[in-house]
């Protein structure tokens, strides 16, 4: 069964420095998004991601941040200097069609630890 | 802004019980709802979802309900087992945009 994959699975870095997360999408899906976990709070989004361009994103979703289809089986997110409150793990899913019907599917994450 | 609830926080139960996990939710302008499984470091598994003209979903012992209009959602799971030890998200789409409750986290004992 196709699924959603995310790379690393654990990242550590050092406060101030760029972090890229990847993820590959299922492959005739066509909205991608990110979320993130801090331990033990919600899930949240951060962002969505259709025809290559952002559709939605939400107040956590600074200019430190920014996503990307650089070809067209990955997608990304970028934090341009982390935070220490930056640590949590991230989420990316996809859908196939933005129908109500249609779910979401996620990928396994990606632990963020910025020191 | 779409606010999520999810009672209770935590659930303990013997193994073969039957229970309900609540989900409450602020705007009830919502596309559909789905619940998720996670299990801990882990990543969310869909277990159902519910489209805003649907009242109910069944796949196998779960059955998830939607009352729109009043904002609130269960999931019932049938005969508990061991294995279905995990935190269960309840979440609703709108606008692009998904809202989590902070899950109920359950345990089921041998």
């Known amino acids: 069964e196709p699924e959603v994959t995310q790379t690393p699975s654990h990242q550590v870095t050092q406060m101030g420095q760029e972090v890229i997360l990847r993820c590959v999408p299922i492959?005739?899906?066509?909205?991608f998004y990110w979320y993130r976990q801090i331990l033990g709070q919600k899930v949240e989004f951060l962002v969505s991601?259709?025809?290559?361009?952002?559709?939605?994103k939400s107040e956590i979703f600074d200019d430190q941040f920014s996503v990307e289809r650089p070809d067209g089986s990955n997608f990304t997110l970028k934090i341009r200097s982390t935070k220490l409150e930056d640590s949590a793990m991230y989420f990316c899913?996809?859908?196939?069609?933005?129908?109500?019907?249609?779910?979401?599917?996620f990928g396994p994450g990606t632990r963020l630890t910025v020191l | 802004k779409q606010e999520v609830t999810q009672i209770p926080a935590a659930l303990s139960v013997p193994e073969g019980e039957n229970l309900v996990l609540n989900c409450s939710f602020t705007?009830?302008?919502?596309?559909?709802l789905q619940w998720f499984r996670q299990d801990p470091g882990k990543g969310l598994t869909s277990l159902l979802l519910?489209?805003?003209?649907?009242r109910e979903q069944t796949s196998g012992r779960l059955n998830a309900s939607l009352d729109k209009s009043s904002g609130r959602s269960t999931l019932y799971i049938a005969a508990s087992q061991p294995g279905d030890s995990a935190t269960y998200l309840c979440?609703?789409?709108?606008?692009?945009?998904?809202?989590f409750g902070a899950g109920t986290r359950l345990t089921v004992k041998p």
């Open positions: 705007d009830s302008a919502i596309y559909n």
């Open positions: 492959s005739n899906h066509l909205y």
């Open positions: 519910i489209q805003s003209s649907q």
């Open positions: 991601f259709y025809n290559n361009e952002i559709s939605e």
């Open positions: 979440a609703t789409y709108n606008n692009n945009d998904m809202r």
């Open positions: 899913a996809s859908k196939l069609r933005t129908s109500a019907a249609d779910t979401q599917y």
